[in-house]
């Protein structure tokens, strides 16, 4: 055999090798981290490794993207009354604006892979700030009492307009909570009674208290210890019985050890859902697959592990690393995990991990002295801050047979980004919405954890006033 043969033959057997090896790994199994064409966005890097959640099964086209877009994010920007709706830019009235930006694709302003074009507006924006200026250059001309000689790289970073979400934004919502003092005089989270209107939203259903002689769980599965504490839980005295959670269905399961969410899902439906859109569940969503069955069966589906700490992008500390987070992991207190403390989840649960300074200066903030007092039952039930207060809030949301469910959202994008979402559900319920608004745009107040004063004021209330004391003027 020659030598260009043999130089051919390794060249075509390497080249074979090398392709079958990239070809398995992207489309099936092995470590994809080496085939990410770029760093991937705050919002999506935990699913980074799961190509088809985003790419369908095999790389296809643009539409594929954006379906897989709208499957997660579509119901959020229903929720938010989404200013910028794709159905508007069908209009052929906007053909021109669509020319400048096209605004019926996501990626049009959310590219991943591309580290180098992501904003310092956050939220994975990967084009120039000043993007309003492409549909709103005459905004000057037209409104010049308030916009006259603006920058627009101010116009969505300052707290006066956001793309989609501009709920506590609205002029009209601007001008009718204008005169509102900084603290309201009843300074109460909304929605105290959640699980009251839990049940009469369709919500949690309850059942009669069990006792300890009604425990169904076969003797080689129960002792004492677990026996007390569930019956001094929450489970027992809403009837959840043992074989509830860890043998749902009596005729083909065998005893479940340690039930997953799945088991937490059929009664907390709503809860779980938004778990699994968050931060903490998103790896646990359906379809978020590390590896896919091939049509020889040389690779088996295996799904995302769950987020753990060391995962994050935030500072986390170095202790909870290798922490999984599901449910128990937040709700569950003690050795056996039968007793379920929703105090732990609003406020220890959370600083178990996060070692931020936004985190970290939530036990010197005034926030936290109100959570302590109530909890030493010198405050009134609702006076205090916790971390779920203001980032896993009560809210009301449509199940799907479109009736209104009220729940504790485990979303956190619900309302963390951009923070004003957060003035309606939370802030609200203690503060005006001037002194809302100027906080939350304070980067180094909201590092500290709001001890202490914004150090900017946001005009868009005063702009707002000014124009409807001058409608002629400014039309």
Not at 48 to 70: M, P, R, V, W, Y
Not at 115 to 124: K, T
């Amino acid at each position: 055999m020659s030598r260009n043969i043999l130089f051919w033959l390794l060249w075509l057997t390497g080249t074979i090798a090398i392709g079958g090896y990239l070809t398995t790994t992207m489309f099936y199994n092995g470590d994809r981290s080496s085939l990410l064409i770029g760093k991937t966005t705050s919002g999506h890097h935990q699913i980074e490794l799961s190509c088809n959640t985003c790419h369908g099964n095999g790389f296809t086209d643009g539409d594929t993207i954006q379906k897989a877009c709208l499957s997660c994010h579509e119901n959020e920007l229903k929720v938010s009354k989404d200013s910028h709706p794709i159905k508007k830019f069908r209009d052929p009235r906007n053909a021109a604006r669509l020319e400048q930006l096209n605004a019926m694709k996501c990626v049009t302003c959310h590219t991943e892979h591309k580290p180098e074009l992501v904003s310092s507006m956050g939220m994975g924006v990967t084009i120039p700030k000043d993007y309003c200026f492409k549909c709103h250059a005459d905004v000057g001309k037209d409104r010049p009492l308030t916009h006259k000689g603006l920058n627009f790289e101010g116009c969505a970073s300052s707290g006066c307009h956001n793309y989609h979400d501009n709920r506590a934004l609205y002029e009209n919502f601007l001008e009718k909570h204008a005169k509102q003092p900084e603290m309201k005089l009843t300074q109460l989270i909304k929605n105290l009674n959640y699980e009251k209107l839990s049940e009469e939203y369709g919500g949690l259903k309850r059942g009669n208290p069990l006792n300890l002689t009604e425990a169904n769980a076969p003797k080689e599965h129960i002792n004492q210890e677990l026996l007390d504490t569930w019956h001094d839980d929450a489970h027992a005295k809403n009837g959840v019985n043992c074989s509830s959670c860890h043998q749902p269905n009596k005729e083909k399961q065998a005893w479940i050890k340690k039930p997953g969410i799945a088991v937490c899902a059929t009664c907390h439906k709503e809860e779980n859902k938004s778990f699994l859109a968050g931060k903490h569940g998103m790896r646990l969503a359906p379809n978020m697959l590390q590896s896919k069955a091939d049509p020889f069966g040389l690779f088996k589906e295996k799904k995302l592990s769950p987020m753990r700490p060391e995962l994050a992008r935030l500072p986390m500390k170095q202790s909870a690393h290798g922490t999984e987070l599901t449910c128990n992991t937040c709700h569950s207190v003690g050795k056996n995990n039968h007793k379920f403390n929703i105090q732990k989840a609003k406020v220890q649960a959370c600083i178990s991990c996060h070692d931020d300074e936004h985190s970290k200066a939530y036990l010197t903030s005034p926030h936290h002295e109100l959570w302590q007092k109530e909890l030493k039952g010198e405050l009134p039930k609702g006076s205090g801050v916790t971390c779920a207060t203001c980032h896993m809030p009560r809210i009301a949301v449509e199940d799907e047979y479109e009736n209104e469910v009220f729940i504790i959202t485990h979303n956190q994008n619900d309302n963390l980004r951009p923070n004003e979402k957060m003035i309606r559900s939370v802030c609200s319920s203690c503060h005006g919405l001037q002194f809302s608004i100027d906080s939350l745009a304070d980067p180094n107040l909201i590092k500290k954890n709001f001890h202490g004063r914004s150090a900017f004021k946001i005009e868009s209330i005063d702009w707002v006033l000014k124009r409807s004391s001058k409608p002629e003027e400014n039309k």
